[in-house]
């Protein structure tokens, strides 16, 4: 299977891309191998990251033989997108509609997932040729947002990312969308006594809590 396709497979198969954005690599690092071991098999690694690039090629030089998709966040131009894919980056994330960043990646047949957030810049952002439509931001719309949309643009293949968990994932599904972004829910899971298991077993979590909505 082209290895395109393979990613996104990855991608459609978990529902869900884990989005680590915090202010230490070695944190970002210890989350990552933390949500693996919890089973996430797609994860954005945003460009914030101080040392991102670095640590999205250690990240997929350790995991590529296991099937697990590294990729990259919050690209924001055609260099950044062209360094990510010569790291290994699996697929590539905008916060917005970028189409230096689309168009390099298909160049080099990696996956996009472009954000988005009114119907003009969905549709606009799959015109463009993005593979999947970030739903950004969310936290202030939330599902009855995405539900709304959703109805005239069904057959669009759109994730949110910001505001979804454990609790509330299984409405993100019921309105329509083809998988979810996750952050801080898990990412910060280590957070009250830098206990990193913690961030495992969110994983767990939150993946039941996917699979459950989707059956």
């Known amino acids: 299977m082209p290895a395109k396709l393979q990613t996104l497979r990855t991608i459609d198969e978990s529902g869900a891309v884990l989005i680590v954005r915090l202010p230490d690599v070695d944190i970002a690092e210890r989350v990552a191998h933390a949500a693996i071991e919890g089973g996430f098999r797609a994860l954005e690694i945003t460009l914030s990251v101080p040392g991102a690039v670095d640590l999205i090629r250690r990240l997929a030089r350790q995991y590529d033989s296991e099937g697990i998709a590294v990729g ?53 952002s799959a015109e463009a040729g993005a593979d999947i ?40 599904f019921a309105a329509g969308v083809a998988g979810v972004g996750v952050g801080s829910a898990v990412t910060k899971a280590w957070q009250p006594d830098g206990d990193y298991t913690r961030v495992t077993a969110a994983a767990r979590d939150f993946l039941d809590a996917v699979r459950a909505a989707r059956q």
């Open 133 to 172: 439509l970030k739903l950004f931001p969310t936290e202030g719309a939330g599902i009855s947002y995405a539900r709304a949309v959703l109805a005239p643009l069904a057959h669009l293949p759109i994730m949110p990312a910001g505001g979804v968990t454990v609790e509330n994932v299984a409405e993100w």
């Open 72 to 124: 990259a966040g919050t690209v924001l131009d055609e260099h950044a997108a062209y360094e990510c894919i010569q790291a290994g980056a699996k697929f590539l994330v905008s916060p917005q509609l970028n189409r230096e960043m689309i168009r390099v990646a298909n160049r080099y047949q990696v996956p996009t997932v472009s954000g988005a957030f009114t119907p003009t810049e969905l549709l606009e």
